[in-house]
């Protein structure tokens, strides 16, 4: 009897990514890499004003150019494109993917140069002379609620996108409104606290910039379309829609896709010119963003504005919770844009048992680079409100803010939960975390540390946070797009597994995770397994990846998928047995009937039998090859609390994080290490939001952080080493039980690091401070303590 | 239009280029050397670095006119073909890496933050790399990189 070895289980094991040797060596291939015969380069004319008419615009230096083979003004190209569509079923403005006539943020595209380099197209651009008649910019987000200094769109008076939406208790699915819970809860209340607090607004900053490659062939009829984007499906289905073909003569491929964060999410405007430029002159074209461009051109995040009461008893009982939310969208909807917010009125309810909720969400127009999904998407917003006004009863009441949460935590018990805000939260166990989290940063010493600190005159604050994200997004209810996810497994004539997944990764390992999840369904090597994305050609159907879905939704599809080719080759592998189906062991790189190891039959051969099936068993055809669809029942709702501590410096106000603690449960773990990956760049970002970045207009208009010299970027020295723990609380919506972590990072950190901020500015009266930390504030608020 | 040559990944070569031609760019797109990547247009995000003289230089800091005469390593030619320098594998083993965009610059500024200093202190590697920016990681698996291949594995 042959030996063979034996295959260890992989499936939450710490496994190396197969992505990394070709990266590392600089062998990846991102979309500024393709190089095609003939292909020419795009550069955009911009507005260089926030708001304006369009009075002239003379091409004629830009054409005179050599190299220059077309110029298109934004007029010209409305001839041949329809304006840019939405995903969401909101009302919304007409959005021209280049502006016909008004522009309406600094930055908005008004021209497109065809040009034989890079180089040129950005001269002819920069030849391109554009005469304005400048507009009011609307800039303030609550006097743009007052239709002043302009209204932005007429259709939408005020600049209301969307006008008080209202959810949470006492509010029907129909729309109806009882305000009697909500009310009794703020009269029975012995404490208010609230405040008004800015989520502000920030750039996603892919290290990738975006980019796309489109290629009309006019003798097929087809286009074929590379772009740095996270779902080449959707992708293709609105390039189809807007070029006039059908999704079959499409096909869009996400290359190696550097970075999303959400941003890349959205179908922009550079996609569809760049499309419809190919079709209309039947070669190939390319536009790469500019990092310059990118400030202004790619989508912002958050930029939520929150009005939050809480009505508690004086032993620290919740009773109710009052959230009033403007947005501050920027100057149009965007495929997703309308329905951010609502996440975060969706996730209002926080990990807390509250009788009575009530949100209420105002949209509105600014003349700014609109918004759209950035990691969290509207989760970290809801738990940014949220905890900052928990911590802010917690001081009133002077509680531990670790024991006035565990007071009003949802218990284990009461999972499924259904929230007043419309969520049924699948499982939990909120005080598991919390006590993690309390014991991993020895929360007591860390108390008594901070005060030895303080009786030595330095200002140290301690933060903490709990969270709950809706994540595995989510049933096809939730998403216009669809909430599903596929995967078609196959075993190839010699016995290897080639797997695609519709879930397109950037930088999440799926090639990795998703094959030590077939390597164990199978029984067969690691390395015989290969995972297929990012291209619709190879792959036939996908959403995407973002909401952390790629391994809830799209790993549950490729088991599924393999699952059903598994049970086809145990039929095979009967027939050469005489055994019953489930009568086989598939291990090791072999097949064998159960109890009889001798039995075994190398995996190849009997794959081989099935694509030269002589005798073919009854009742089955030839091949191994099978999909399958994942329509989740519900999202899942991963969870964590997180535990910073903050100094502030005295004379400078420049605060330092000295410490971070993340306890985060995503269910079940695929992969440890990856999910360690996940988390410390999530906590970056959340950290970013809390500390440093800000996107920052001027009065006029202007984008005064349009670039890495002024939008400050976390680098390695704004961070102490992270410490990671995690519970574990499998979710019931799918068979893996893992419930999404690639946002969780983001959501409790932020508050964590404000309310520590606080806690270090107690001594000065300070019960709250906008993001971000800059010192001056912090400088500020410690001259008027003094003062 | 000027003459240049150089010596890149070992091997000569000689081209016509503009003047005002970034280094990058003639990296990648005359070269085709494309695993050095552009992600900022201010010189802050260090994905361009590369060895110009052996010492990590941000080529988009640089014409190529005025490495006329250098001696340039990329990414690509950092270790003999089929083999991975030490940073490499200690990126590799460390998931020193998500999308992989910044990685190239990381490691190509690392090689020098450890010809400079080969035991550095975590305080000392993070502020070695400060001039590259990662959005993937939150830097803490990169510094492990890093200190692994320094010999100093925690």
């Known amino acids: ?787 | 239009m000027a003459h240049i040559s150089m010596t890149v990944n070992g091997k000569a070569r000689k081209a016509t280029v503009e003047p005002r031609l970034l280094l990058v760019h003639f990296l990648r797109e005359q070269l085709r050397l494309t695993g050095t990547h552009v992600a900022c247009d201010t010189s802050q995000c260090g994905a361009c670095t590369v060895l110009v003289d052996g010492r990590s230089t941000k080529s988009c800091t640089l014409f190529a006119v005025q490495a006329d005469g250098s001696t340039v390593t990329t990414i690509e030619g950092l270790a003999p073909n089929g083999q991975l320098h030490p940073l490499q594998n200690a990126f590799w083993e460390e998931h020193g890496l998500q999308c992989g965009y910044c990685t190239p610059g990381m490691i190509m500024a690392a090689v020098t933050l450890l010809e400079d200093n080969p035991k550095p202190s975590e305080k000392e590697i993070r502020e070695g790399i400060s001039g590259n920016f990662c959005r993937c990681t939150g830097y803490q698996h990169i510094v492990n990189a890093i200190q692994r291949a320094a010999g100093e594995k925690r």
């Open chain 1, 1 to 787: 009897m042959p030996t063979t070895p034996v295959l260890p289980k992989l499936v939450g094991q710490r496994v190396k990514r197969r992505e990394d040797p070709r990266l590392i060596q600089g062998r990846g291939t991102y979309v500024d890499d393709i190089a095609l015969v003939g292909m020419l380069h795009l550069a955009f004319k911009r507005s260089d004003l926030a708001h304006a008419r369009i009075r002239s615009i003379d091409t004629s230096a830009a054409e005179a150019l050599d190299g220059v083979e077309a110029v298109f003004t934004g007029a010209q190209i409305a001839e041949f494109l329809a304006p840019m569509p939405i995903a969401t079923p909101f009302p919304s403005p007409e959005h021209r993917a280049v502006a016909a006539d008004t522009v309406r943020y600094s930055g908005e595209p008004v021209a497109v140069v065809v040009a034989r380099d890079r180089y040129v197209a950005r001269d002819a651009a920069d030849a391109i002379v554009v005469s304005y008649d400048p507009l009011p910019a609307v800039v303030d987000l609550e006097q743009a609620m007052t239709g002043k200094p302009a209204v932005i769109h007429p259709d939408f008076p005020d600049n209301l996108a969307i006008a008080l939406v209202p959810s949470g208790t006492g509010v029907s699915a129909s729309g109806s409104v009882d305000d009697s819970a909500i009310d009794a809860a703020f009269a029975n209340a012995e404490i208010v606290v609230s405040q008004r607090m800015m989520n502000q607004r920030l750039a996603p900053s892919a290290m990738e910039p975006r980019g796309v490659v489109a290629h009309y062939e006019p003798g097929k009829g087809t286009m074929t379309i590379w772009s740095s984007t996270q779902n080449p499906h959707i992708l293709r289905t609105f390039i189809a829609a807007l070029t006039g073909l059908g999704q079959d003569q499409v096909r869009a491929i996400a290359p190696e896709v550097g970075g999303g964060f959400g941003a890349k999410i959205n179908i922009y405007g550079e996609e569809y010119v760049t499309a419809a430029i190919s079709k209309r002159l039947g070669i190939p074209l390319k536009w790469i963003e500019d990092r310059s461009e990118a400030f202004v051109a790619t989508i912002h995040g958050r930029d939520i504005l929150g009005y939050v009461d809480v009505a508690a008893r004086r032993d620290g009982t919740v009773l109710g919770l009052k959230l009033r939310l403007i947005a501050d969208i920027g100057a149009y909807n965007m495929l997703l844009t309308a329905a951010i917010p609502t996440l975060t009125m969706m996730m209002a309810n926080a990990t807390y048992n509250i009788p009575a909720v009530r949100v209420t969400l105002t949209e509105v127009f600014t003349n700014k680079t609109p918004t759209d999904a950035y990691r969290g998407a509207g989760r970290p917003e809801a738990t940014y409100f949220v905890e900052r006004a928990m911590d802010m009863l917690a001081r009133e009441l002077n509680m531990d803010p670790a024991e006035l949460r565990r007071k009003n935590f949802i218990k284990p018990s009461q999972f499924p939960f259904a929230t007043q805000t419309g969520a049924i939260y699948d499982s939990g166990d909120y005080e598991k975390a919390l006590d993690l989290a309390l014991k991993n940063a020895q929360w007591d010493r860390l108390k008594a540390e901070r005060d030895a600190a303080r009786s030595e005159g330095r200002l140290v604050g301690l933060g903490l946070a709990m969270y709950v994200e809706v994540c595995g997004i989510g049933p096809s209810a939730s998403l216009p797009t669809g909430g599903w996810e596929h995967s078609q497994v196959t075993i190839e004539r010699d016995g290897r597994i080639s797997a695609t997944t519709g879930a397109s990764p950037h930088g999440q390992g799926n090639e990795t995770t998703f094959a030590q999840m077939l390597a164990d369904q199978f029984g067969v090597p690691f390395e015989h397994v290969t995972i297929l994305h990012g291209d619709t050609g190879v792959v036939k159907q996908g959403i995407g990846t973002f909401g952390s879905r790629s391994q809830a939704v799209g790993g549950t599809a490729l088991l599924m998928a393999g699952a059903k080719v598994k049970s086809k080759m145990a039929k095979f592998a009967a027939a050469l047995f005489e055994a019953h189906e489930d009568d086989l062991v598939f291990e090791n790189g072999t097949i064998s009937v159960k109890g009889s190891p001798a039995s075994a039959k190398p995996f190849a051969s009997v794959a081989a039998y099935a694509y030269v099936p002589v005798p073919l068993p009854e009742g089955l055809e030839p091949g191994l090859s099978d999909e399958a669809f994942f329509e989740p029942t519900n999202n899942t709702y991963p969870f964590g609390c997180h535990i910073s501590m903050l100094e502030i410096d005295r004379d400078t106000g420049e605060p330092t994080l000295l410490k971070l603690v993340a306890i985060d449960d995503a269910g079940n773990l695929i992969n440890p290490l990856i999910v360690e990956g996940q988390i410390h760049g999530g906590l970056a970002q959340g950290i970013g939001q809390a500390m440093i970045e800000e996107v920052v207009y001027g009065n006029d208009g202007q984008l005064l952080t349009g670039s890495f010299m002024d939008y400050a970027l976390p680098r390695a020295i704004d961070f102490p080493r992270f410490e990671l723990g995690a519970s574990v609380t499998p979710t019931p919506v799918n068979p893996l039980g893992a419930k999404g972590v690639g946002e969780a990072g983001t959501l409790g950190s932020t508050p964590c690091i404000v309310n520590a901020a606080v806690d270090a500015l107690s001594g000065f009266g300070v019960k709250h401070i906008d993001m971000m930390l800059r010192p001056e504030k912090l400088w500020r608020i410690l001259q008027g303590g003094r003062s």
